[in-house]
């Protein structure tokens, strides 16, 4: 491991300890954590643009270190903060890096990175999840802007953000050809922040329902072509859920640990609970499912580094990833018996945190189709 990655490692482990973790519990109970706070901290420290270009503020390192970045957020004790941050460092961004121009970066993309503006992801819709295709919402040409009508569900940080990469639909047509992508100021009249949802997990994270009423954007706020938007986001989604596999590694091996920790002082019918050989070797087993996970996302990392479409690796790791996640968490909270059903250990929060990874960034199923897709095993139509 490199000097500058171990420093890198340390600076992070010092700022979640000082200005993340002792406040947890408290963000947690409130429904939503300061997020202009947190990512100002972040961004000061360079931790939001690590793989974004240095004209831009950011650190100009290959992918891989984002990633590094990510498994060591894990160490926060709770999933939407490391959410939160993913969207801001790497979910809301790669398109913009990518294909925006310089003057959108200047707007959007530089204060993002050092936290001055938080930034929120607008694809998700009340009829339209995994499946992105069958968005409704609309960006129509007006001179030299575009009016926005329709509506955003499930938004990470929407009733905190400055600003949302929105994809909307900009013409008629081919729903994978008819979408652009947009940089939308959130302080824009016709914008309505209707409701905070009140999640199962999540819950120091801020997730809105969003409506557009006559929204009107300069049309020099596009991403790149229009048209453009559906595989723009397809691309984007990789970078995401390479992040979502990496924010998991470390609280599942903090769960066994603390598993561990617990059984081993935990006495039932004259010896602790640890002793059972079903207690034991069940906990082993998950190590080394963990250990797998992380090859695999490593693996998938350095071919992604290197230019490779990555797409069915990534979507094995992210299928792997939910389902681990929720085997984990489950058996743990099995071995703690009455107090893992209480709200005072952090197997609990986990349990209910964790479950978001086979549903959010597209779910176990879509994951499959795509693995099949590249397979050569899906159903033709």
Known sequence: MSTALQEGKRSISSIIDKEINPFVDKWEEEGQFPAHKVFKTLGQAGFLGVDKPTEYGGMGLDFSYSIAVAEELGSIRCGGIPMAIGVQAGMATPALTRFGSDELKKQFLTPTISGDLVACLGISEAGAGSDVASIKTTAVRKGDEYVINGG??????????????????????????????????????????????????????????????????????????????????????????????????????????????????????????????????????????????????????????????????????????????????DSCLQFWGGMGFTSEVLVSRFYRDLRLVSIGGGTDETMLSMICKYMETLPRK
């Open 152 to 329: 955003k569900m499930w938004t990470t940080s929407g009733c905190q953000a400055d600003w949302m990469c929105l994809l909307a639909n900009t013409s008629e047509g081919h729903p994978h050809q008819n979408k652009s992508l947009i940089c939308l100021p959130m302080n824009l009249p016709g914008i309505h922040i209707t409701k905070k949802i009140d999640k199962l997990g999540m819950r120091s994270s801020d997730t809105a329902q969003i409506f557009f009423e006559d929204v009107r954007v300069p049309s020099k706020n596009l991403i790149g072509e229009e048209g453009m938007g559906f595989t723009y986001q397809m691309l984007q989604f990789q970078e995401e859920r390479l992040w979502g596999v990496a924010t998991v590694l470390t609280p599942l091996e903090t769960i066994i640990q603390e598993t561990i920790d617990y059984t081993r002082q935990r006495k039932a019918f004259d010896q602790s609970v640890l002793q059972n050989q079903v207690v034991h070797f069940r906990l082993a087993e998950l190590a080394t499912e963990v250990e797998l996970l992380r090859s695999l996302l490593y693996r998938t990392i350095a071919l992604y580094v290197e230019g490779n479409d990555v797409t069915k690796f990534a979507s094995m790791a992210k299928l792997k990833a939910g389902r681990l996640a929720r085997e984990v968490t």
